[in-house]
């Protein structure tokens, strides 16, 4: 499925389709209160106070609850002698009984609309929509497009909101405080990437920077662990300490996990130069049989 204003965008840089069918949706400008209201409570606050954190997580929030998945597990908590009565409408959608006492709270997929009835439990509404969630982040992707496609400048990186340049961006582009402009973060003598939320990064005043997504900080990596694992093979390995709950044993158990750190291919080409070592990717072409013909 594809959001059709983003198909058009990319019409323009010369993919071609074939629809073969789809929904319909009403165009309106529904958030612009929400957002110009909750961004302007934002920018009143530094990122250190609660309320810039507040407002940016509930602006966060908006297409990811419009996409949450309908379907939801539904709890139930009955008396251990009614279950006899109830048991021919429920055993087909229970998922996990759990004794509590002299009670079973029942996990289920999804109610029967007996058991609705027997249990007065009403109709539930869950607020989604796929096709808004779908508009805001497909608009946001066709903005992000403007910087992955454009000959004024090398782009080395980028990610849902941010592009790794060779130069600076035009004035009318950039701003600290307008919605929907970039902000200039840093300027840096020296960048590593690696992989998609894996990078090395040093500032022009010397401020080190590094991501690696699902690693924890406190692991520390050097600028010699990025630069060897531009060699094609190269991996490093370290050790982190994680915290893994287990809600129904009501417990919490602290683990050594070993995390392997290598580029990956999943999403690009890799390039390298005649000593192997990593200088550039490229996107992969798929042809109208849908081969990768240049893995």
């Not at 139930?76 to 002698?81: G, L, P």
């Not at 007065?120 to 509404?125: A, I, N, R, V």
């Not at 050097?222 to 370290?238: A, I, P, Q, R, V």
Request: zero cysteines; glycine letters at 4%; proline letters at 3%.
């Amino acid at each position: 499925m594809l959001f059709s204003a983003e198909m058009d965008n990319a019409v323009k840089l010369g993919y071609k389709f074939e629809i073969l069918w789809g929904y319909t949706f009403k165009k309106e400008y529904i958030f612009t209160n929400f957002v110009d209201s909750l961004y302007n409570l934002r920018v009143q606050y530094p990122k250190s106070h609660p309320l810039n954190l507040i407002a940016k997580l509930l602006l966060n929030s908006l297409s990811g609850r419009f996409g949450m998945e309908d379907s939801f597990k539904d709890i139930t908590v009955i008396d251990s002698k009614n279950f006899s009565e109830l048991e021919e409408f429920m055993m087909d959608s229970v998922k996990k009984i759990t004794p509590l006492g002299d009670k079973l709270l029942i996990e289920q997929r999804e109610k029967g609309k007996d058991v609705d009835t027997f249990l007065d439990s009403g109709t539930e509404t869950h607020n989604v929509s796929i096709g808004i969630a779908s508009a805001i982040t497909a608009y946001a992707r066709i903005y992000m497009s403007h910087f992955k496609n454009n000959p004024n400048f090398i782009l080395y990186y980028s990610d849902t909101d941010s592009a790794y340049l060779d130069r600076p961006l035009p004035d009318y582009m950039v701003s600290n405080t307008e919605l929907g402009k970039m902000k200039l973060e840093y300027v840096l003598n020296k960048a590593i990437f690696l992989s998609p939320k894996m990078y090395y990064l040093e500032t022009e005043s010397g401020k080190i920077i590094y991501k690696v997504k699902g690693f924890k900080h406190e692991v520390e990596l050097t600028e010699n662990d990025f630069e060897n694992l531009l060699f094609k093979e190269s991996f490093l390995e370290k050790v982190q300490t994680k915290w893994f709950k287990n809600l129904t044993d009501a417990n919490i158990s602290i683990k050594d996990q070993l995390y392997t750190l290598q580029v990956t291919s999943s999403k690009r080409k890799l390039i390298y130069d005649e000593n192997n070592k990593l200088v550039k990717t490229v996107p992969y072409v798929i042809n109208e049989n849908k081969d990768v013909i240049n893995k």
